[in-house]
């Protein structure tokens, strides 16, 4: 019996936060890992890991800098994983509007993502979320609680129903009665608003289901 070989995770480096933490909780989970923003190592890696820190429209500049959202592209046109944290999620939306100011995202869904409607932000700490029935994402995790920061989500969900796709599984949280996206498994495409490499056993264990599927 041959041992699989272990899955290569390109971590996308475009100019975002810190990447020290997604890169070691992502080698715990069980992965090799690359910080890059090579194209031929982005397109050759099982998976492509994009982070995001800060503002919507830095890091889309920060992307387009990096031909990122071609990359992501590419990828899941040949059904190759991807996986979005945090504004890494939020910028796979069609559009981001901060202080007024609207800004151009990937398009990879339709929608747009906006400041949350509560007295208290950012929306720092620990919260549980809502997980569609037979999610993989999810799979094996007891304890739904993740570490969020964040002042901006997307709180709808607009891309129509097709009779032929399987419909993305959608997960929900909610931050003083406001709610919003906390993930979204779509085929390859893979996001979560919050950050599991700083969520503990969940986390961790989340990683490794999205290592599983590489």
Request: overall charge negative; charged content about 20%.
């Amino acid at each position: 019996m041959t041992s699989r070989k272990t899955p290569t995770v390109a971590l996308l480096d475009y100019g975002s936060g810190n990447l020290r933490s997604a890169h070691r909780a992502v080698e715990r989970a069980g992965a090799e890992v690359t910080v890059t923003s090579d194209p031929k190592t982005v397109l050759a890696a099982d998976g492509l890991l994009v982070p995001g820190v800060g503002a919507f429209a830095a890091c889309m500049d920060g992307l387009r800098n990096v031909h990122g959202a071609r990359l992501i592209g590419e990828r899941l046109a040949g059904s190759r994983p991807v996986l979005g944290i945090c504004v890494g999620m939020q910028i796979l939306f069609e559009r981001g509007v901060e202080h007024g100011t609207a800004a151009e995202g990937c398009g990879e869904w339709p929608g747009t993502v906006e400041k949350l409607r509560a007295n208290i932000l950012p929306h720092m700490g620990w919260n549980t979320v809502d997980t569609p029935t037979d999610s993989r994402m999810f799979r094996g995790i007891a304890d739904e609680r993740f570490y969020f920061v964040h002042s901006y989500a997307a709180r709808g969900w607009e891309m129509p129903e097709d009779d032929v796709l399987t419909p993305p599984a959608l997960t929900w949280a909610q931050h003083e009665g406001d709610r919003f996206l906390a993930a979204v498994e779509n085929g390859p495409l893979w996001a979560t608003q919050f950050h599991p490499e700083k969520s503990g056993d969940a986390g961790a264990e989340l990683l490794r289901n999205w290592i599983d599927t590489l």
